[in-house]
């Protein structure tokens, strides 16, 4: 497992913030750098070069930069922005970004994007209602359709989050990732998000996704608290993970304000990623020791 921050990956600051807090993974948040309004795959190469010159490694993009309003609602005009979602996957594929996450769903304002700038939560941009007698999961299947294909040739992974819709019981994330068998396709694993879905097995869940090989990252995080508080034993979990197979990024959610903070959140997300590091010490020093036994 790799501890990784989600940075504006543009900034100095951002990177060295990653570098001097021991991440060994970055997850790019969909943030153009001035004087751009539109990504490339010469953009997208020079976005993973200044990461890795920085000594770090580029896990992914954090989500697709593309609106999805039209597509999400099943409205006209839908097909362009699929098509655009396509191309932004070919040139991530020319670049060599290994990952892009996806977000679908619809909260109680409306379909859910990331966001284009520093903040780190979701943000709300138009009011629409997925179509009722599951069209609205027939909507989503459409547009993985048109899209796995596209990462599959470009040999990039599309991992999706839980959302409040869709995506918002265990059930549907594995229906999700039965229905549509990639290798491409996995599961952005946000592990709090999890823990809250009703009569969910939260261990049950990291073994079945981890055995099936779909888990593509995980966000770590209790609900509005901080790593060591909550319902959730951090150390167990990791233990889960490893015990799973899974080698991927392992990243913390946002974190609860602190005060004097940015508006990113440097002093939550330095607590949070020391918490991290001294957890997966612990892991691994048990690993060793199993193996010397």
């Given at each position: 497992?790799?501890?990784?921050?989600?940075?504006?990956?543009?900034?100095?600051?951002?990177?060295?913030?990653?570098?001097?807090?021991?991440?060994?993974?970055?997850?790019?948040?969909?943030?153009?750098?001035?004087?751009?309004?539109?990504?490339?795959?010469?953009?997208?190469?020079?976005?993973?070069?200044?990461?890795?010159?920085?000594?770090?490694?580029?896990?992914?993009?954090?989500?697709?930069?593309?609106?999805?309003?039209?597509?999400?609602?099943?409205?006209?005009?839908?097909?362009?922005?699929?098509?655009?979602?396509?191309?932004?996957?070919?040139?991530?594929?020319?670049?060599?970004?290994?990952?892009?996450?996806?977000?679908?769903?619809?909260?109680?304002?409306?379909?859910?994007?990331?966001?284009?700038?520093?903040?780190?939560?979701?943000?709300?941009?138009?009011?629409?209602?997925?179509?009722?007698?599951?069209?609205?999961?027939?909507?989503?299947?459409?547009?993985?359709?048109?899209?796995?294909?596209?990462?599959?040739?470009?040999?990039?992974?599309?991992?999706?989050?839980?959302?409040?819709?869709?995506?918002?019981?265990?059930?549907?994330?594995?229906?999700?990732?039965?229905?549509?068998?990639?290798?491409?396709?996995?599961?952005?694993?946000?592990?709090?998000?999890?823990?809250?879905?009703?009569?969910?097995?939260?261990?049950?869940?990291?073994?079945?996704f981890g055995g099936r090989q779909k888990l593509f990252l995980v966000t770590l995080g209790n609900s509005e608290a901080f790593l060591d508080e909550g319902d959730t034993r951090m150390l167990r979990s990791l233990r889960l993970y490893r015990e799973a197979g899974f080698v991927g990024g392992l990243r913390p959610g946002p974190q609860p304000g602190m005060a004097d903070d940015t508006e990113w959140g440097h002093k939550s997300q330095a607590f949070a990623i020391g918490y991290l590091r001294a957890l997966l010490q612990v892991v691994e020093n048990r690993k060793q020791e199993e193996m010397k036994?």
């Amino acid at each position: 497992m790799k501890l990784a921050l989600t940075i504006n990956c543009w900034t100095d600051e951002d990177l060295m913030f990653a570098q001097q807090f021991g991440a060994d993974q970055v997850m790019a948040q969909a943030v153009l750098p001035e004087g751009r309004t539109a990504w490339d795959a010469r953009l997208l190469s020079a976005l993973r070069n200044r990461v890795e010159k920085a000594g770090l490694a580029l896990a992914g993009m954090d989500c697709l930069p593309v609106r999805l309003d039209r597509a999400i609602a099943g409205m006209a005009g839908r097909d362009e922005e699929i098509e655009t979602v396509c191309r932004f996957m070919r040139d991530a594929g020319a670049a060599g970004i290994p990952l892009v996450g996806c977000r679908w769903g619809v909260d109680e304002k409306g379909p859910v994007r990331q966001p284009t700038g520093r903040g780190g939560a979701a943000v709300a941009v138009h009011q629409a209602e997925l179509q009722p007698g599951g069209a609205g999961w027939e909507i989503f299947l459409c547009f993985l359709e048109r899209v796995v294909p596209v990462a599959e040739e470009g040999g990039v992974k599309l991992a999706c989050g839980p959302g409040n819709s869709l995506l918002g019981r265990i059930e549907d994330l594995q229906r999700l990732v039965e229905e549509v068998p990639s290798s491409c396709l996995g599961i952005d694993f946000w592990q709090g998000a999890v823990a809250l879905m009703p009569g969910v097995d939260l261990a049950g869940a990291i073994r079945w996704f981890g055995g099936r090989q779909k888990l593509f990252l995980v966000t770590l995080g209790n609900s509005e608290a901080f790593l060591d508080e909550g319902d959730t034993r951090m150390l167990r979990s990791l233990r889960l993970y490893r015990e799973a197979g899974f080698v991927g990024g392992l990243r913390p959610g946002p974190q609860p304000g602190m005060a004097d903070d940015t508006e990113w959140g440097h002093k939550s997300q330095a607590f949070a990623i020391g918490y991290l590091r001294a957890l997966l010490q612990v892991v691994e020093n048990r690993k060793q020791e199993e193996m010397k036994r």
